[in-house]
C-alpha cells in the first residue's frame, strides 16, 4: 500500500532549502572577495554564473512556498 501524500511540512522545507541556498551564495561571494586576485576570471565567472542560478532557484522557490501556503 503507498505512504499517504503528506504536505503539511512542504513550506518549511523549502524555507530551509532558501536559507540553505542563500548561504552557498554568500560562501561564493566570501571566498571571491578572499581570494579572486588567486583565480582566473574563467572560474571567477563560473562561481558568478552559478549564483545567478542559484537565484533564479531562490525566486522560483519563493513562488513554491505562495502555492504552498
Request: proline share 1%; aromatic share 2%; glycine share 2%.
Amino acid at each position: 500500500m503507498a505512504n499517504p501524500d503528506n504536505r503539511t511540512d512542504n513550506a518549511q522545507k523549502i524555507k530551509e532549502i532558501i536559507n540553505h541556498t542563500e548561504q552557498k551564495i554568500n560562501e561564493t561571494e566570501h571566498f571571491i572577495a578572499a581570494h579572486g586576485d588567486e583565480m582566473d576570471d574563467h572560474d571567477k565567472q563560473d562561481i558568478t554564473d552559478k549564483n545567478k542560478r542559484r537565484e533564479t532557484s531562490i525566486n522560483s522557490l519563493r513562488h513554491e512556498i505562495e502555492d504552498e501556503s
